[in-house]
């Protein structure tokens, strides 16, 4: 039996480290440990609860905009403030497109070198690649010339020994099954994805001023303003700027990310028998019609799903999560026992782990900067799986079209999803649907603006704090590419008195909980398969598959530059 570790885990956001025991060629046993300590719930207090989200959006550069909007929607649900219909409008365009960028990255820059290999592309016949291209999408960028010019960009790369982006991975490892042509396949697009991801953003540019971390949120709605006979505000000049950009997105997603997908997938669909974790799977569903603080009037529903159970949908309260540190380095005042609501949170950091440089953690002890949130005491999955799945159990349409012509295309049934490979494939499907969802909201928004004249982007009434009761709580609810987040805020006397971040990446990656049961992803990785543990590519499949970001998930940079050494991490 071996005991490995892979510290850092690359190609995510943060610091993670996985630690596995490995016999007879698969994991019998996982540990998932944050090794970065952040603050943000300590920097939150007594401040102004309208500021709360210029700070918590700076949690995370990857998944932009989501902490600023979970953290207007915490303080409007405390204030009893209703946005208008625009703000709702620009709110669903930016999170959107959000999405789109963010799972592309993912797919081709994050986790797609786990199923790609780039070397063996060195060896492909750029015109087999183009007529597998052209087989699988009418995508025009698939001729042989294209092929061949990423081919001989590469080789410089690999004869210069400057491999950049692609150094440090396990190249011509045996779990890498794709022909060469489909490798130059995917290392094409991996490029192509960087230019148009680039294009595709431009929308948060034009509504938030910026990307990343967007400039016009605002408790009450948002300070973009919205007139067709202005220069300085969203006029018809920016809503052709943003149908342009949902139709390069969706075409995009359509004619490459699906397709690439569809044909990795197929080569690997073994890893629909790996990676479950553990069947509960919970979303808080997003992209509101209606206006109402955490409507659950949505494009994708909210719900839950415990045990696989696809035929039962059940509602989501926030009232029964809470978060445990029985394993996690933190003190709770009343016992670390104790699984607490994030209106009764505490953040009080506690380091007990051993001093580096060390070979192992004391998983019995506490092992993670993250803390162990649980749903009515049971560990959830949140993220792309749980909610194309509860879509899907709800019988969304357009959900249940894709995922049946997915398994289709795979010869699976729907217990093919409960897996790594299900999980990658949701999170393409929903990007897709989502993608098709924005040109709807810019209509919507032009005819606001147009037709109706209606140019209000903010509800004034409640911005002055004297109109505040002396006490209130609230909570938002938003489901970030990543998953199910929420934050939850108490206010008194104008002051916020407690803010807690219950963040999707906290729940996937999260340690155990008091009794011993394993977070998703420690119990994904049970009966992952390892060939070779001095290079655990398979471990980074089901890891990746999450997406992980511990940047999000622990929430202030441990200052003391820690480094720590182990089995390389790739
Ligand atoms: Ni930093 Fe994030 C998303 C959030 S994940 S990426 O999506 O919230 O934990
Ligand atoms: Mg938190």
Redesign the pocket.
Known sequence: MARIAIDPVTRI??HLRIEATVEGGKVVDAWSSSTMFRGFEIILKDRDPRDAWLFCQR??????T??AL?SVRAVENALGITIPDNARLIRNIIAAI?FVQ?HVIHFYHLHGLDWIDVVSALKADPAKTASVAQSISDWPNSGAALFAAVQKRVKGLVDGGQLGPFANAYWGHPAYKLPPEVNLLGVAHYLQALEWQREVIKVHALLGSKNPHLQTYLVGGVAKPVDPNSQNALNADGIALMNQAARQAIDFVSKVYLPDLMAVAAVYKEWAGYGAGVGNFMTYGEFPNDSRSNSANLLMPRGIIMGQDLTRVLPVDQQKVTEQVTHSWYDYKEGDGKAKHPWEGETAPRYTGPKPPYEFLATDAKYSWLKTPRYADAPMEV?PLARVLVAYAAGHKRAKELVDSALAQLKAGPAALFSTLGRVAARGIETLLIAEAIPGWIGELSANMMQKGDLRIHEGEKWEPATWPAEAKGYGL?D????A?GHWVSIANGKITNYQ?V???????SPRDAKGVRGPVEAALIGTPVADPKQPLEILRTVHSF???????VHVVDTRGRTIAATKGA
């Open positions: 956001e943060g949690i995370c550069g990857v998944c932009t989501v902490h979970a959000q963010d993220g938003h970030a590419p990543r998953g987040l971040a963040v999707p990446s906290t729940w996937n990656l997406d992980p970001c511990m940047a999000c998930a």
